[in-house]
């Protein structure tokens, strides 16, 4: 099977009836290899990738904004990583989101991702992002309290507004060339618990652990109800979600890579075109540096 046509499998464009519990999080698409030919087919990915930042970053007019979302173990960090290890780090702006500061609260919900957004030429990475503001204030109604919105406007329609208001965003983004890359990295409880556990035990890995997660395991199942409505209701043609099976990592990482590429081929970034003015300059400076 073509990547292209892995791609297409996990890409929703219109929500309608889209239930995670249609895709499998354990599903390699019917892809037979093993883990070191993944890694290499990665490596080819990885390496594609790099030549068109490039061309990005020259062409200076797209913006691509790559959003991760996942529950906690899910391989955000990882996909981070692994896939952006060729990108030139002058192309390339990483930001977590983590529980908002006093100053975040005291403004919109989409305004701490609208000031990092990435400039023209570069990809963005958005580790978590505005879709919390439909997540966890969700499932946790004592985080909307704290955001000090008018009593009146704090409605059973807020989630749906919402929803409205993303849209609007990202058709916004859109259309001034930044280019939204959405993901969800679908692993199951399972595998979740297995790579928590992981955390316990190895010396590198504890530092991230985090008791809360333990917590917010016992809320799966509105997390996962929260996460099928607001891909039903944010995936459109401008920004569609990638839905990615996420317990074998290398596969994740595989996809997210091609879904990039797939993305900046479309875009098709050129490196800028000297005029006549310009290349006979150049040829001065060459016959110059020849007779140095």
């Known amino acids: 099977m073509l990547l292209s046509d892995i791609i297409k ?4 464009r219109k929500g309608g009836d889209f239930r995670l519990a ?6 390699r698409c019917g892809l037979d290899v093993d883990k070191a030919e993944g890694k290499a ?4 990915g990885v390496k594609r990738l790099s030549s068109l930042q490039e061309r990005l970053y020259a062409d200076h007019t797209y913006a691509i904004l790559v959003i991760l979302q996942g529950l906690d173990a899910a391989g955000k960090d990882s996909v981070i990583k692994h896939v952006m290890s060729g990108v030139n780090p002058q192309g390339c702006d990483v930001h977590s989101f983590k529980a908002p500061s006093q100053l975040e609260l005291d403004h919109d919900f989409l305004w701490r991702a609208t000031v990092a957004l990435p400039r023209r030429g570069h990809i963005g990475i ?3 992002s505005y879709y919390e503001e439909v997540l966890v204030v969700r499932v946790h109604p004592e985080v909307l309290a704290r955001q000090s919105l008018p009593p009146k ?3 059973k329609d807020i989630w749906q507004e919402r929803f409205e208001d993303i849209n609007a965003f990202e058709r916004h983004l859109a ?3 930044i280019v939204p890359i959405k993901f969800f990295l679908h692993v199951s409880k399972e595998e979740q618990q297995k790579r928590l556990l992981a955390r316990i035990d190895d010396p590198a890995k504890q530092w991230k652990f985090n008791a809360g997660d333990v917590g917010e395991r016992k809320l799966w199942d509105q997390f996962m109800g929260a996460y099928d409505e607001l891909i039903r209701a944010t995936a459109t043609k401008d920004a ?22 797939e ?9 800028p075109k000297l005029d006549e003015a310009a290349l006979h300059d150049l040829e001065a400076v060459r016959a110059a540096l020849t007779e140095a």
């Open 9 to 12: 499998r996990y890409r929703v």
């Open 22 to 27: 249609d895709i499998d999080p354990a599903d």
């Open 41 to 44: 087919l990665l490596a080819e």
């Open 126 to 128: 958005f580790n978590r």
């Open 153 to 155: 406007l704090v409605t």
């Open 175 to 177: 259309r001034n060339g």
């Open 240 to 261: 569609p979600w990638y839905v990615v099976p996420a317990d074998n990592k290398w596969f994740t990482r595989l996809v997210v890579a091609a879904a990039i590429v």
């Open 263 to 271: 993305q900046l081929e479309t875009i098709d970034p050129k490196f």
